[in-house]
């Protein structure tokens, strides 16, 4: 499955933002799914996930929602509550499980099987 993040840009804080990772190449319904984030000199982290249920890192928890939408084959990332150390570039990831899997299982690079280019978000204070 190839995956395309796009709708970064330039946020004031407090503001909103939705991201989206588009799928082509098989159809979502499959797949678990994960947003993660790198900043500037960070290493990337996970931000949320999606499957049998949902999960989030505790810097978004309550601010971000991960989404899905099978069919347009599309998962999205509502981002509310901007803050300027939300800035990274997001990208949205991939794991092969038909069955699902419980989100909290999701949150290692490692556990991931596609991933897509990145999408800058860039909060201005």
């Known amino acids: 499955v190839q995956l395309q993040a796009s709708g970064g840009g330039l946020v004031q804080a407090g503001g909103s933002l939705r991201v989206s990772c588009a799928a082509s190449g098989r159809t979502l319904s499959g797949y678990a799914m994960g947003w993660f984030r790198q900043a500037p000199g960070k290493e990337r982290e996970f931000v949320a996930a999606?499957?049998?249920?949902?999960h989030y890192a505790d810097s978004v928890k309550g601010r971000f929602t991960i989404s899905r939408d099978n069919a347009k084959n599309t998962v999205y990332l509502q981002m509310n509550s901007l803050k300027t150390e939300d800035t990274a570039v997001y990208y949205c990831?991939?794991?092969?499980?038909?069955?699902?899997?419980?989100?909290?299982?999701?949150?290692?690079?490692?556990?991931?099987?596609?991933w897509g280019q990145g999408t800058l978000v860039t909060v201005s204070s």
């Open positions: 990831a991939a794991k092969w499980t038909p069955l699902g899997v419980a989100a909290t299982s999701l949150v290692e690079i490692r556990a991931y099987d596609y």
């Open positions: 999606i499957s049998r249920n949902t």
